[in-house]
Each structure stands twice: as C-alpha cells, then as structure tokens.
C-alpha cells in the first residue's frame, strides 16, 4: 500500500475538538479552566493539540513537553521549552517587564539566559514557582493564553509541582487554558502521575477527556486519508483487526510497502517505518535513540562528529518520512514509542557504547545543554552505559545542580542513585569527597524538605548507626538535630531528647555555629510550663553564640524566642523591641524564616494579650512579607492562621473565612490547614451550620491521624468537639468528653488554650463541672483575654442564689473591653437572665438589646433565637420596640417553621429542601422541639401544635 504516512484528514475527534474549543471560549470571556487529556500510546493526543492549537485564533498557545530519558524525567523540561519559545518571540527584556520588579534571575532556574539564579534555599522553589504564574497572569492580561504540557506521564516530580500549583492558583478570571495530556495506559497503581490527576480532577474548573480508540468506521476515514483513495476492504479488516482503532498503528500498518505478514508487536510496528529509510539514516536514529525523545542539533552533531550540513542530509529522509520533527533547533522523534522502540532494538554492546559516547561528550563539552539537565542527562548515560564509578559521580554532581535550581525531588533522586550505587564502588567516598555518613545525612536533609518526613526520619536514623558519638560529637549532634528537626514536623515523640543529646555533644567552647543552631532549636521548642526559665536562658545563649560566630539568622531565631517567652501575654510594651531587633537582624541577612516567625510570634503574643487590632495589623504585614518573597505558599500560610484567629476574636468572621479559603488554597501543611479550619469549625457553630462543622472536625481529624501535638492543637479541638455534641443534642457525651479531657490532657502548658475547655466543661454541669473546679485552682490567668474566661467561669459556676451579684456583668465588661463581640454577647443574655430573675425587666430588656445587635451582626443564629426566646418568655422589650409576643410553646421562629412542617407530614429530607438548610440541621432543630415540648415523637409533636391551634390561621387562610 502507498501512503502518506499521517492523514489529511482529522477524524474521530469531533466532540473532543468543540469541547477545547468551548474552553478556549470560556478563558477568553475570563473563565480559566484545565482540561487533562488522557489516552493509550498512539491514540491521538498529539493530533488532537495540534488541531486545536491551529485554531485557537487570537490566543498565544505555549507548547512544551515532558522528556523521558530512562526511568527519570528531566526537571521542569517542559516549563523550560515554553520560557524558551517565548524569549524568542519576544525577547529578554520584555519578559523582564512582565515580571515583578523586573528580576528574572529566579527564571533563570528555568533558563540559563537569564543570568545568575537567586540564592540557594528552601524558598527558592516556592519564588520560582509564583514566578512563573505570575509570568502567565501577565501574559494572560495581554491575550488569551493556552498553555499546553504534553506527555506528562514522564513528568518529573518537579515538573508535577508546578504544574499542580499552576493548574490550582491561577486566577479563576484569568484567559488561560491549560491543556494536560498524558498516557492513560502507563497510569499504573503506583505511577507517581496518578495521584496528581486525582488531586486535580477534584478541583473545580478542571474537566477529564478520555480519548477512546476510534471505530471501524473512523478507521475507514483515516485510511483513505492516507492512501489517497478507498481502500480494499481486506485491508481495512486486517488494519483495524491489527490495530484495534489504535490511530498510531492504524498509520504504521499502513505505512508499510510489503504486503506480507505484519509483525504483531508495537516495536516491530513502529520500527517499520525507521527501517524504510536509508541505512546511514537509520544508523544516525540509533545514535538518537540513545538520547531523549527530544535533541538538539548541537547534540547530536556532537555525538556523531558530523557536520552540519551531512547532518541534516542524513536526517531529512527521517523528517520527510514523519519520523523525525523538526522543532526550532530540536529533532523529536514523531511519537515516543519510535523512540523508545529504536533504542530497545540497540543490541546490548552498542546501546553501552552510544551511551559512552553521549556521556564522554557531555562531560567533554558541558555547555551544549543547560543546567541542570545537562548534568541529569549526562548521570543518565553513564548509569545505562553501566560504568558504575562515573555513574555514581556524576549523579553527585547532578544532585547539586538540581538543588541549585530548586529542583528538590530530582536532587533526591539522584542522591538516592548515589546511596543505591554505593556498595559497587570501593572508593565511592574519595570519589565525591563525602563518606557514606555525609550522603545520608544530605539524603536525609533533602527528603525533609520535600515533605518525605518518614523515609527523612529513617535516612538520620541509618546515619547515627554508622558513627560512634564519642568518636565524632559534632557529626553525630548534626544528624540528631536533623532527626529531632524531622520528629518535631511529625508529631513524634524525642524531638526534645534529641536536641538536649545534641547540644550535650557540643561543646559550649569554643562558640560555634553548630552550638549556637542546637541551642537555637531546643529552645524554641521547649514548650512545658516547667521549662520556661530555661528557654529563656537557651534563647540568651543563642544570641550571644550568634552574635560571636557571625550568624545573625541564629541570633534573630534567639531574639524572636526570648521576646515571646518574656511577653507571656501581659506586659508587653517592656519586650516589644525584641521582635523589632530580630526583624531588623533578619532583615539584613535576608534571612526570610526568620522574619516570617517573627511576624508569626509578634502576632502571636499580641493576639493572647487581647490586643487583637494590632495583631491584624502584623499579621497582614507578614502576609505581605511573605508574597514579596515569593514565599505565599509556606510562610505565608502559617501567618495566615495568626490572622484569622484575631478576625475570629473580633467577630469580623466573614473576613476571616475569606482568609482560610484563600489560605486553603495554597495547600499548607497538614497541621497548619487543621488549625486554619478549626477556626472555621468556631465560626460553622456559632452560626448554627452543624452540618459544615461536623464535617471539618472530619476533615482536621483526618489531618492530624499521625503524630502528637501540643495543646494549642489539642484543647481547642476538644472544646469544638463538645461544642458539636451539645449542638446536636448530645450533652451526656459531652459531658463524659470534657470531664475525660480535663482529667487527662495537659492543662498546664497552655493555659491560653485550657480556658476555653474550661469555661466549656463548666456549662455542662455535674461531673464535667466538678473536674473544672478541681483543675481550675492550678491554671494561672495571664492577661486579659485569660482573665476575661475566668470571669466567665466563675458566673457559671457561681451558688444558684446568686443571680444578682453581677459576676455576668463583670464577665461582660471583661469581653467589651476586649473587643469580643461573641463572648460578650453571650455574656451579656446571661446578665439578662440574672435581671430577669431579679424582676428587673427594664434591666433584662437593655442588656438584650445589646446583645442582640450584636448575635445579628456575626449572624450568629442559635444566639439569635435564644435571645429572642429569653425576650419572649420573660415578655421584655429588645432593641426599643414593643415586648416580644412569645410563642405558647416557647419555640423560636425557625423551630415554628420546622414544627409546621412536621405537622404536614414532611420527613427531614422534605423540611431541608424546603427551607435551604442541611439535614442534619433540621435533625437538631427537630430533637430541640421535641425537648421544649415534652413529646419523645414527631407524632406527638404535631398532636401539640394542632392542640394549641399554633397553625390555625394558616391552614384557613389556604
């Protein structure tokens, strides 16, 4: 059969084609969306991209894809091709001017033309990453963009994280497409790709398009494209047969002049058209097989030591043949499986000798390609060309290219390589200069920082095994640092005993940097009540260590350290300087942790000291410090949680919720989104949606499963839980929970967080209250915030009798004066109580009044009704209108609704959809319906309201 080789003719992908074309629609009118576009090797995804991207019009399509190269991906490779078309087209300096303040040094990870790249760090990664969204957003403001990242089941990992962050923080206005393909057939269970397209096909505006194999009728199509004509229908039958509907195959049957029998494996398809061509070019594709599925000209001609033009001669029969494209100075073989199946088909001698000589001219001529794919690509060849000792050298190499362009999990890997090819090399150590122990530790390090905090823990742990302590103190303080570092991010237990045995190993003199970090560390982790005086006297130690040694990130981590511990939530004024200095010692060094946890801390104990005006104020300032960094994801997330809880305390609850959703949205540690989303929890309850609160003390409890945490992670969560079972009507548990929780956790070390459950534990009575009165005598009130619940515990659990001794007042005042709008409302219908015990109505109906303006302005809804039922019963005046009408059976008006319902026979599902709440709301609004009115059912219920005639007049007027 004579054919063409690709057809004319696109077929088969109709619905495919309007569904892009509708997205590209949709980011033109400001709707950025992502489609992941999925299918088995050869089934059209590419051919689909093309077709689409040749009618996107008006908008820029950035192409780039990601390169196999063995079993490991090239960093960022696709990411690279696109900053590399771009420059061409529009030059350095105009995207410079897309950048903020016109650095592009941080791109400069992604291209060396860009200059020198910003100082290695953790950060590094996160900076260059909003960085390249940014980039996008700006190019977006100009003209609609469609992003296109092909083959993305050879993504490297951080390829992957970038592509995530992309695809989750652009702007939902932004004009951008993102277009995701990759092989559907190659997803195995453990494929590192699976889990990402699960993660983003559960995000909104991003849709899955499976491409099915085309039918016999598109085979059809498809084939009298490429034969120019209709083909015979044996044809067809044997074709479609062979290939299933497989375009790709469909094409490589029929590309093939002898009509005898067709090999029935894909390499021996795909090879049919590499073996058409002539020998010398055929011999020139092995030479390229060797390499990635995409090389450069320079490469090659390298490799070969062929000139230009006898290079290009002998490629043009494999471009004019469609085994070959040519793109910008590249040639990328037309689909990868060529690729893969040309350099499968090398004999065993001659894949290690192509190898050699694609690592020798590497390692001879280091700048034909870019760093750090050079450097990966070059350990790659040695690794297949099976000389062990240049392998593991240059996988060293590799893996401190990797860091310095933030490439953290390709460093990982290649240092992990390092440690796997140990053994097989006697002198591995003289050959890197670094001992086992050191690549351990540095493996160690490394998976610590990309969030692999169990394989970092067992990587310290195998490194403190080599060594003995007594022989090496400082190399074994180092790794106990590391491990303790490691425990203390996973909750575990001896992260304090690691520190302690770490500093013990080093010695306090002479003064060194080492002793200055450990000492550094334990203290600011100490966080027992009992070891207070101490991290003071660490903190001092570690200023005066930092100081003498020079290193002032140290010394400001110290300052911050002693300025919290010396502020304790009262007196603050005396200490503030502390944080100020460390600011300024931070500042100058750059050392941007450092002030990212002095804006945490600062924020923190002005937050406990009431003064929560001020808090907002620094907290926002350290949102902004860390988004000038390009550090919003990490920093700034943790400052984030700083920020809600004084928007919480000041009932600004909406703002504050706008703050973890956005804070959400940068995917924060486990344990810092758990915080993020308890203040949510606080606000969910106080508003009456049990339904959302019950459901993300699922979701924290599911995020803090592993680990051990402190109080102000573990009280809080305890009082929300028995806020929710006292929400759902479920008091004797969570009288059992706070009674438990007080008899066993910690109350000492965090009386911040241990007067809450307190004041909880006391409303409800009985048992649970009894435990708070034991406990509370041993909980020490600092500041105002802490004097202002031991206020509010001591009106609960004052004598009955003493309704008129104004303890609520007291407790009123105490919140007013804070700035608390919830705890003072609520105090203040507790004062109205007491009034209206004493038969001072005028008083009851004051005190109402003003907590009701307040419940209505948080929309706190169950305080709502309780005044409004407080107002009812007691038939007193609110808000300077006439006295409230009470219902004869004591109901709020959403209980009237609900009881109505009830009545008519509606179940709970039927009340829900009628009145746009959830079910499990109704469910609680029903069981307080069936308390007030003394009935154990909804039968008896309804019998009571048509009793009273409650819905009389209603019916008649139907």
Sequence with gaps: MSARGVSPRFVGRGRELAGLATALDAARGGIAGTVLIGGEAGVGK????????????????????????????????????????LTRDLGHDAIAALLPGGSTRGLARLLPEFGEPDDDGPQTRARLFEQVLGLLDRLAEREPIVLVIEDAHWADGSTRDLLTFLVRYQPPDARTLILVTYRADEIHRKHPLRPMLAELGRMERVTRMELARLSRREVIQQAAGILAGTPRAADIDAVYARSEGNPLFVEALLCDDDDGAVPESLRDLLLASVERLPEKTQELLRVAGAGSTRIEHTLLAAVTGLGDHELSQLLRPAVAGNVIVV?????????????????????????????????????????LLPTPRGEIELAYHWHEAHDVPQALVSAWRAATCARRSAAHDEQYRMITRVLDLWDHVPDAAARIGADRVEVLHHCA???????EFERALALAGAALAEIDPAAEPLRAARLLRSRGLVKYNLGRAGFI??????????????????????????????????????????????????????????????????GWVRCRFFDLDPHLGLFETARELAARVGASGAMARNDVSLSDVLEGAGRHEEAVAVARLGLSHAAEAGLARTNGAFVAINLTEPLVSLGRWDEALEVIEHARELVPPPPYLAS???????????????????????????????????????????????????????????????????????????????????????????????????????????????????LTFAAIVREPDAAGDGAWDAAAGAWEALGQPYPHACALLEAARDASAAGDREAASERLTRASALAERLAATPLIDAIGELARRVRVTVGGGPAQEGSPLGLTARETGVLRLVAEGRSNREIAQELFISVKTVSVHVSNILGKLGVGTRGEAAATAHRHGLFDAAQAAR
């Design 46 to 85: 590419t051919r689909l991209i093309r077709e689409f991207t040749s009618r996107a019009g008006d908008a820029r399509v950035l192409v780039g894809g990601c390169l196999e190269l063995g079993n490991d991906g090239l960093p960022f490779a696709p990411f690279a091709a696109v900053l590399r078309a």
């Design 327 to 367: 793109d910008g100075e590249d040639y990328v073989f037309r689909h990868a499986l060529i690729h893969e199946a040309v350099h499968e088909d090398l004999l065993p001698g001659e894949r290690t000798r192509l190898h050699t000589r694609f690592a020798e001219t590497l390692a001879a001529r280091p700048g």
């Design 445 to 451: 390090t490394v998976a610590h920082l990309i969030g």
């Design 497 to 562: 005993e690691d520190l302690r045995e770490a500093m013990r190993l080093v010695p306090a003199e002479p003064p060194s940097r080492l002793r200055g970090q450990v000492v550094e560390n334990l203290s600011r982790m100490m966080y027992l009540a009992s070891d207070w005086e101490e991290k003071e006297a660490m903190a001092q130690e570690a200023i005066a260590v930092g100081n003498l040694v020079g290193d002032i990130a140290t010394e400001a981590h110290a300052m911050i350290t002693l």
């Design 676 to 790: 993020l989303i308890g203040f949510a929890v606080d606000i969910a309850l106080a508003r009456g949606d049990i339904d959302s609160a019950d459901r993300r003390l699922v979701e924290m409890a599911r995020l803090l499963r592993r680990g051990t945490y402190r109080a102000q992670t573990v009280l809080p969560n305890l009082r929300r839980r028995i806020d929710l079972l006292v929400a759902t009507g479920r008091a004797a548990e969570a009288a059992a929970l706070a009674e438990r929780a007080l008899r066993e956790e910690d109350l000492l070390s965090g009386p911040r967080y241990s007067w809450p459950l307190l004041v909880a534990a006391a409303g409800l009575g009985g048992a649970a209250r009894a435990e708070a009165l034991a406990r509370v005598g041993t909980i020490e009130a600092s500041g105002p915030v802490q004097r202002a619940y031991a």
